[in-house]
């Protein structure tokens, strides 16, 4: 682990094998949406949830692990990204203690950057494979939410953020991009897309959104490899 980080570790019984010793390459991020770190953490520990994740963050950037990452927790569920259907089995899931309504904390998201840049180093996951649950399960997701700072990450190299390019197909582009297109309806992928790129834009599809849906395609079409 990084050694800027002192991680906590509190095994959930939550977990298991990943499914045809697949290796994890892509990152999702969370929010809990619960009132504190601790009860996110107990019930990402309860076998009667059926849930988990591989780390949380506390708001004053405590992070625990809950979950090795060579193992599948079980945060994702249902949902696509590009071709993986069985997000589990292919991702390292974090968990931010936040209700999705405030904005995350300054210690949590150093936190945050400093876990993830240790995870992406040990497991070559690009910037490109970092997306939030609501990216892979539009309109079943919402989180990490409006207020998640993507641009932040971005400038870090921890994830991606466009430019406006030439407008083309918004939806076409989005598939290429990794959205699930098709197997939802194409309002709440926009809406995914918005969440985390225009997260204060509303109305119908507009030119804005084309635009930077374009370069994102344009730039990291997901099935060109894991960069």
């Not at 929010?31 to 849930?51: F, N």
């Not at 790129?197 to 109305?203: C, I, S, V």
């Not at 084309?210 to 060109?224: C, E």
């Amino acid at each position: 682990m990084s050694a800027a980080l002192d991680i906590c570790e509190r095994l959930s019984p939550n977990r298991g094998a990943r499914r045809e010793a697949a290796r994890p390459d892509l990152l999702v991020i969370h929010y809990t949406a619960m009132e504190s770190a601790e009860a996110a953490i107990e019930r990402l520990s309860d076998p009667a949830a059926e849930v988990s994740a591989h780390y949380v963050i506390c708001e004053r950037g405590g992070v625990t692990r809950l979950v090795p990452e060579a193992e599948r927790a079980w945060h994702a569920g249902a949902g696509r990204w590009g071709d993986v259907c069985d997000v589990n089995s292919r991702s390292i899931g974090i968990e931010l203690a936040n209700l999705g309504s405030h904005p995350f904390p300054e210690p949590q998201m150093r936190s945050l950057e400093a876990l993830m840049a240790g995870i992406m180093a040990r497991w070559e996951i690009g910037p490109a494979r970092v997306i939030g649950h609501s990216d892979m399960a539009p309109g079943r997701k919402s989180d990490p939410g409006p207020r998640f700072d993507w641009a932040r990450l971005a400038r870090a190299g921890l994830s991606v953020w466009p430019s406006a390019g030439m407008a083309g197909d918004f939806y076409a582009d989005a598939a290429r991009f990794g959205y699930p297109v098709g197997d939802v309806e194409e309002a709440l992928v926009l809406e995914a897309f918005r969440l985390r790129f225009r997260p204060w834009a509303t109305g119908p599809l507009a030119a804005a959104d084309a635009a930077l849906m374009a370069d994102l395609a344009g730039r990291w079409p997901v099935l060109s490899g894991p960069a």
